[in-house]
C-alpha cells in the first residue's frame, strides 16, 4: 500500500515535471472555472442559457434573406454548421483588406458586400444573434488565430494597450488580469480575461453582448476614456487576447455575471 | 457579487466629482511623509470612514479589506487597513494617500491627489484628483485610529 502511494507519488510528480519542460502546464483557467456552480450549470445546460435563445433568432436571420441582393446568409454559406472552427480564427484580415476584422465585424461585410444592405450598429441584437450562432459552431473548439504575419503588429498594438496604466485609477488590464487574476476585487473573483465564451449572456446586462461591451466595463471602472465601439484598439486588444487564449475551447455562448 | 463592482464604477461614473476645478494645494514631501495637513486643518475620522467604505469615493474597499463589517464585499489585492495607524504615522500615512508612487514607483495603489502622469482619463475626471485635499485628511485621520 505505502510502496504503491510512494509510486504514485512520484509518477505524477513526474507527470507534473514533464508537463513542465514541455510547457503544457495549464494554468490558464477560463472565466468559466471561476463562477459559482450554479452559473457554470446555467451555461452548461442549454435549455436554460439564455444565450441560447439568441442562437435561435440568428437561426431565423440566418435563414432570412436581407438587402438589395435578396440573399441570406444561408444561400451561400449553407447550414450554418459549416461555420465550424470559424468563430475559433477571428480576428483575422479579410480577403482584399489590410487590417483585422472581428467576427461581428465579418458578419458584417458580408452583409454590406454580399447581401447590400446596411451594416448593424455595434451591439445590434440581430449581430450579436448571428455571432452567437456562429461561434456555437465552434463550441468546444480549441481558438487557432491565423498564422497570417500582417496580424502581427495588430497584436503588439493589442499587447500593448494590455500592459498600458489608463484612466484616473492609473490601472492596467495587466495588474488585475495577469498579476492579480484569482484575487478579489471588492468580493469579485478576477477573471483571467479569456475571450472564450463571447458573445456573452451577462446578467448584469440582461443581455447577450459583445466583448468590446465587456472592455468597455472594464475601460470605465478605472475611469478611462472608453473607444467608441467601434474603434480597432477593441480589434487589437481582441487579436492579442485570442493569441494569449490560443489551444483554449470556445464556449460561447457563455454566461457570465 | 459583480453586484458590487459594477455598482461600485457605475456610481464612479454618476457621483459628483468633488474636487471639482480645485487648485491642487502645496505639500512638502519629507522622507517618507507629508508632514503638514493639506488643509492646514486635521481631517475628520468619521468622514473618513464613510469615505474608506464608499465605493465611488475612497474606492479602498475594491483592493483592501479593512475594519468596515458592514460591507460584505471586500478585496484582497492589498494589505489589510487594520493597525494601519500603528504601522504609521499620519505624516506616512498621508504620503501613501496622497502618491504613492513616490515610494514605490510600482504600486498599483492610485495616487488619490495626483493629477500629473495620467493617460486617458475619462472627461469627467481629467484633470481632478480621485479625493479632495479635506477628503484626504479625513481619510488620513480614519486610519490613523487603527491601531492593533
Not at chain 1, 513542465?20 to 445546460?45: C, F, H, I, K, P
Not at chain 1, 496580424?151 to 498600458?164: H, K, N, S, V, W
Not at chain 1, 474603434?231 to 492579442?240: I, S
Not at chain 2, 472627461?123 to 484628483?129: D, E, I, L, Q, S
Request: hydrophobic share 40%.
Amino acid at each position: 500500500m505505502k510502496a504503491a502511494r510512494a509510486a504514485l507519488g512520484l509518477v505524477s510528480l513526474f507527470a507534473a515535471t514533464w508537463a513542465v519542460a514541455q510547457g503544457t502546464l495549464e494554468t490558464r483557467r477560463s472565466g468559466y472555472q471561476d463562477m459559482g456552480a450554479a452559473l457554470r450549470q446555467m451555461q452548461d445546460d442549454d435549455t436554460a442559457n439564455p444565450g441560447m435563445l439568441f442562437v435561435q433568432l440568428g437561426a431565423a436571420a440566418w435563414d432570412k434573406p436581407a438587402g438589395a441582393s435578396g440573399k441570406s446568409c444561408a444561400d451561400c454559406h449553407g447550414a450554418a454548421s459549416g461555420m465550424k472552427g470559424v468563430a475559433a480564427r477571428y480576428p483575422a484580415i479579410p480577403p482584399g483588406a489590410d487590417k483585422p476584422v472581428d467576427l461581428g465585424g465579418r458578419i458584417n461585410l458580408c452583409r454590406t458586400g454580399r447581401q447590400q444592405a446596411e451594416p448593424w450598429p455595434a451591439e445590434h441584437r440581430d449581430l450579436l444573434a448571428l455571432e452567437a450562432l456562429v461561434a456555437l459552431q465552434s463550441r468546444g473548439e480549441p481558438i487557432a488565430p491565423p498564422a497570417d504575419p500582417r496580424l502581427a503588429p495588430f497584436r503588439e498594438r493589442g499587447a500593448e494597450i494590455y500592459r498600458r496604466r489608463q484612466g484616473q485609477l492609473n490601472l492596467s488590464c495587466a495588474i488585475c488580469h495577469d498579476d492579480n487574476a484569482g484575487k478579489q476585487l471588492a468580493g469579485v473573483v478576477i477573471p483571467q480575461a479569456h475571450p472564450t465564451g463571447y458573445p456573452i449572456y451577462r446578467l448584469e446586462w440582461q443581455a447577450l453582448g459583445s466583448l468590446q461591451r465587456r472592455l468597455r466595463n472594464c475601460l470605465v471602472g478605472v475611469r478611462a476614456d472608453a473607444w467608441p465601439l467601434d474603434a480597432m484598439e477593441y480589434v487589437e486588444l481582441e487579436t492579442y487576447l485570442m493569441d494569449r487564449a490560443r489551444g483554449m475551447k470556445i464556449e460561447s455562448p457563455a454566461v457570465r455575471p | 457579487m459583480t453586484r458590487a463592482w459594477q455598482l461600485a464604477f457605475l456610481l464612479a461614473l454618476a457621483a459628483p466629482v468633488a474636487s471639482a476645478q480645485e487648485a491642487l494645494r502645496p505639500y512638502v514631501v519629507t522622507g517618507d511623509a507629508i508632514q503638514r495637513s493639506l488643509t492646514g486643518r486635521p481631517g475628520d475620522a468619521a468622514r473618513g470612514r464613510a469615505i474608506v467604505a464608499n465605493r465611488s469615493a475612497g474606492l479602498c474597499l475594491l483592493c483592501h479589506s479593512g475594519p468596515i463589517p458592514e460591507e460584505r464585499f471586500q478585496g484582497t489585492l492589498a494589505p489589510s487597513l487594520a493597525g494601519a495607524g500603528s504601522r504609521w504615522s499620519e505624516g506616512q500615512l498621508r504620503l501613501r494617500i496622497v502618491d504613492g508612487a513616490r515610494l514605490n514607483p510600482d504600486t498599483i495603489m492610485p495616487a488619490y491627489y495626483r493629477i500629473t502622469g495620467l493617460q486617458r482619463v475619462a472627461r469627467p475626471f481629467a484633470g481632478k484628483t480621485v479625493l479632495t485635499a479635506e477628503q484626504v485628511e479625513d481619510v488620513v485621520a480614519w486610519l490613523a485610529t487603527l491601531k492593533e
